[in-house]
Structure formats: C-alpha cells, structure tokens
C-alpha cells in the first residue's frame, strides 16, 4: 500500500481485528477449560500451548482477507529483508501470557494491532476469561467494552458495540500515591531499581503485579500510572497495548533515547521502555 488508509477503512480493520480475537478467545477458552493443557518449549525455552497454535491459525485466516501481512509471535520467522518495506502489516500475539495461561490465574490476553510507518494505529486486546475487550483507533481514542463473549463465528458490526463502549481512562477514586504497574513473570534488577527510584521522588508507590498485556489496560483505564519494561519483550508483546494507551493519553517513550517505541526493527526484541501519562 502507498496511501494512507481512509478513517472509514480503518474502522472496517478495526472490526476484523475484533472479531479475530474473538474467534481466538474461544479457542484459547476451549483449551483452557481441559482438564490438562499440554506446555511444550519452544527453542527460546519459553512455554507454548495448543491454545497458541489454534488462536494463531484462528487470527490468521480472519485477518487474510484484508490483504495486509501478519506477522505474529507463532510466525515470526518473516525474514527482514521481507518485510521491511512494509507501509502497514497486523502484529498478532495469539496467547499473550502464556505462563499465566498455564497457572490459570486468567491473566493473559489476545493482542492484534495494525502497524503503518512503523507505529500502532489499530489496538484491540481481548481478555477472553473476564469477557472484555480494549480497542483504540485514531480520531476514536481507547475504549473498552464489557460482556462480549468469545466466539469461533464471530461478526461483530462497529453498531453492535458502540453503544456500549466507554471511553478510557475512566474517572477513578482519588488516591494519594503513585500506582505502578510490573511484570507478574517477567521482571528485572533494574525494574526494582527503577521503582526505588521513584519512592525517593513521590514516597508511597503501591505496586501492581499483572500478567500479559493487562498491565496496559490498566494504565489506559486510569487505574494506575506508570509500567516500568526494563527486561526483555518483543513486538507482539507491546503493539495493540502502546495503540491503547496512546488512545488514553499516555507516552510510550524508550527508556534510554525517550523516543517513541517502535515497530518493525530488524531485531524484533524491544528496548526498555516506560509508559508514563506524566512523561
């Protein structure tokens, strides 16, 4: 594609991203609701379920018919030389949480965002054990929407949830300290470091720790303040979330440059990062 995507095409993207993650929720419930999920490792050594490979395959057949690449966690050996023209392509992670999947705490999300010139534009995050989606699209914002179940023939119409979308952050009680954000399964010397850093500056800091990209919904819904990602994460971990918050207000800044995080690097593994709305 060489022109920009008109606002009407983009709320049709919008749509097939959503019931995409639908079809894949139900999928991902289908498993999760066995009485044994089978964990394989994969060549980095982190864990994979059969509930990854069927909502990757669910996602993938849905997003095929916009013409628009994928490139996705359970895909993600598209060699760069591939794909780094690439004006707009969706970035998938089919199970994000797959460790909190596998304890079955019901921390885990299904992450679709659409990339153009290397930044979100399109986030949808679905989190199909509590029913609600989180989505966000230019000149629309970040809202979210309760009660939508998961479903294998999903075909949502825009006036099917518009009605009921609220509008992110949402106003939130009054509270004296700063609500950080951290990694439930993935966290770091320097986050700890980070988050002492900021105690000497604001005094009391409750800490929050989320799995997968929930951390980002809570951000966005105005429940907390700051995400410190000073270990490491990818693509897919972040694109639909840093859409969503962005959509909220806040900035998704590297922590070394500030610059704002990017997709489609030759090294598909971000920098550290910080989401801040008082950046």
């Known amino acids: 594609m060489s022109t920009e995507i008109e606002q009407t095409e983009l709320q049709k993207l919008l749509m097939e991203a ?167 399964s993935h966290t770091s010397a320097e986050t700890h470091a980070y988050i002492e850093q900021l105690r000497l500056r604001h005094g009391q800091v409750e800490l929050l720790p989320v799995g997968s990209s929930l951390k980002m919904c809570m951000l966005a819904e105005g429940r907390a303040d700051v995400y410190p990602r000073l270990s490491p994460s990818f693509e897919w971990d972040t694109a639909a979330g840093q859409a969503i918050v962005e959509g909220a207000g806040f900035k998704v800044c590297e922590y070394d440059s500030k610059r704002r995080l990017s997709y489609n690097k030759e090294d598909l593994q971000n920098p550290w990062f910080i989401i801040d709305d008082r950046t």
Not at 67 to 85: K, T
Not at 94 to 118: M, Q, S, W, Y
Request: no cysteine.
């Open 18 to 184: 959503v019931n995409a993650t639908l079809k894949a929720g139900k999928h991902v419930m289908n498993v999760y609701n066995t009485p044994d999920v089978q964990v394989y490792l994969k060549s980095d050594s982190t864990p994979l379920t059969e509930a990854d490979r069927m909502a990757h395959e669910a996602i993938k057949a849905s997003l095929a018919r916009t013409y628009i690449p994928v490139l996705s966690e359970e895909g993600r050996d598209i060699l760069y030389e591939e794909r780094r023209n690439w004006e707009y392509f969706w970035i998938v992670d089919p199970l994000d949480g797959t460790k909190e999947f596998i304890k079955r705490n019901g921390e885990f999300t299904v992450n679709i965002a659409l990339i153009h010139n290397h930044f979100p534009v399109i986030g949808v995050i679905y989190v199909p054990v509590s029913q609600v989606l989180y989505l966000s699209l230019p000149g629309l914002g970040a809202h979210r929407v309760q009660g939508i179940a998961p479903d294998s023939a999903a075909r949502v119409a825009y006036a099917d949830i518009a009605p009921r979308m609220e509008r992110l952050p949402i106003a939130q009680p009054q509270r004296g300290e700063l609500v950080v954000v951290q990694s439930r």
